[in-house]
Structure formats: C-alpha cells, structure tokens
C-alpha cells in the first residue's frame, strides 16, 4: 500500500499536512512522541475521509530512531511514495548560556533525523522511479541568526540538503522540495520551551502555507517561500552582506536575551 510518511504530525504544519492530503485520498502514516494526540487524529481522518492512517509514536531525535521508523513501515507493508520531513524544534537566546544538550538535540532532530530517514526512504522511491519528499526548513536559513545560532543553522542546511539531494533523485523520477516557511501560527514556540516569543505581524496559518506547499509540489518546485513578503526579505538577506544583517539582528535581540556585564 502506497503511503504518505509525515513526521512532527501531531500539531502545526504536520497535523495541516495530515488533514489536506487526507483530503485528497492519501493513505497517512503519522509520527509523533504524543500518542493521544495522533490517535485522535488518525481516527477522525478515517472516519471523514475514508483513507488509511497509521501512527508511529516515536522520538526521532534518539539513536536508531529512523531504523525503528523503517522496520515499522516495511512490517506493514507500506511503499512510502510521499515523505514530509517536519518534525523539529528551535531555541532563542544567547548561546553561550543555552543548555547545550538542548542544543544538541536540535541539530540531531532537524539535520540527522531528516537525513537518515531520506536516505532509508530514497532507495525505495528509486526503485519505483517515483516519490515526493518535502523537507521544511525556514526562512530562518537565509542568513545567520544572532540569538537563533542552532536553529537557522540546521535551516540553512535542509535547504542546501534538499536542493542538492533534489537535482541527484530527477533523473529517477523524484521530486524533492524544500518548504521554507516564514513565521507560521503554530506551537513552534511552546515546544521549543521559548519563554520570550517573538511576536510576528502577518503570520500565516498552517492552514495557508501547506495549501501553498502542495500548490508548488504541483508545479514542480525545489524550493518555495511562503508569503511575498517572506520571499522578499529571504532574497534580499543573500544580497545584503552577512555583517550587515547579523548586527542589525542582533541589535534587535540583544536588549531581550544578553546583557553586558
């Protein structure tokens, strides 16, 4: 059975994902740590849309993760022909007095998780010379962020990562996309334990920026920028030199997150 495999699906982006290819007659496998919430969600896509979903509850951000992920979906016999890597967190604040495991767990869920789990996933969208993979990353990866060191990192890196990785699978029939989303209503901040929230005017919903996500998929895109706005400012951050765009970052972050002694 044919499949779509979304990660980080129990809320946000994922859960919008879920609800929207559900929609469209996707068969779903769901994956989380929180296992009521995918239940829910699970049972109510069935019963509205009359597809099949499956949950996996799973910490991808633990060793062997994507082996457990793998062995889960090869025991049912499912052929993963969609693959939405979501699942990941951030942190905010001056990174010399960040909880470092914290920060290591970031880089481990947002790079090596997506990585291996592609790299699991690929060999057999090849053989079938077919697959979609989306990978979302941000805005945030555009430029260095003062006080968002590790998280627009691992951004900067999904993106490279998934329009590299995209041009190698054409040839095979695979459409690879990096989501680069700017500011999303979600509760990206709650579970990234961020006490500070940045308040962003002009967010979009999940709702809108997976509608235009799948709009791209459809057009063939590698990488896409939600919101005009966005857009613009993601362009014009690779023109403007980095010196430039970091002090004036941090010049609005350090008030909030840094004091000098």
Not at 83 to 107: H, M, P, T, W, Y
Not at 164 to 183: D, K, Y
Not at 224 to 238: C, D, K, M, Q, R
Request: with cysteine.
């Amino acid at each position: 059975m044919k499949v779509t495999l979304i990660t980080g699906a129990s809320s946000g982006i994922g859960e919008e994902f879920a609800r929207q290819l559900a929609a469209e007659k996707h068969n779903l496998v769901l994956v989380a740590r929180t296992e009521k919430k995918l239940h829910e969600l699970c049972d109510e896509l069935m019963l509205k849309h009359k597809v099949m979903a499956h949950y996996v509850v799973l910490d991808l951000a633990e060793s062997g993760a994507d082996k457990n992920l793998f062995d889960e979906t090869e025991r049912h016999g499912f052929e993963v022909d969609w693959l939405i890597n979501n699942a990941g967190f951030g942190s905010v604040g001056d990174f010399a007095k960040l909880d470092i495991d914290r920060e290591a767990q970031i880089i481990e869920l947002n790079i090596s998780a997506l990585v291996a789990i592609t790299h699991r996933y690929l060999s057999t969208m090849r053989g079938a010379r077919s697959g979609t993979i989306i990978n979302v990353s941000s805005t945030a990866g555009f430029q260095p962020l003062p006080f968002m060191a590790t998280y627009a990192a691992t951004k900067a890196f999904v993106t490279s990562f998934s329009e590299a990785i995209g041009e190698e699978n054409r040839p095979f029939g695979i459409h690879v996309m990096a989501l680069c989303p700017g500011s999303t209503k979600t509760n990206f901040f709650a579970a990234s334990n961020i006490d500070k929230p940045l308040t962003v005017k002009g967010q979009h919903t999940a709702e809108e920026v997976v509608k235009i996500a799948l709009m791209a998929v459809k057009r063939g895109r590698t990488r896409i920028v939600p919101g005009i706005a966005n857009y613009i400012g993601a362009v014009l951050g690779t023109f403007v030199p980095t010196v430039v765009t970091t002090r004036v970052m941090a010049r609005a972050m350090r008030s909030r997150f840094q004091k000098e002694r």
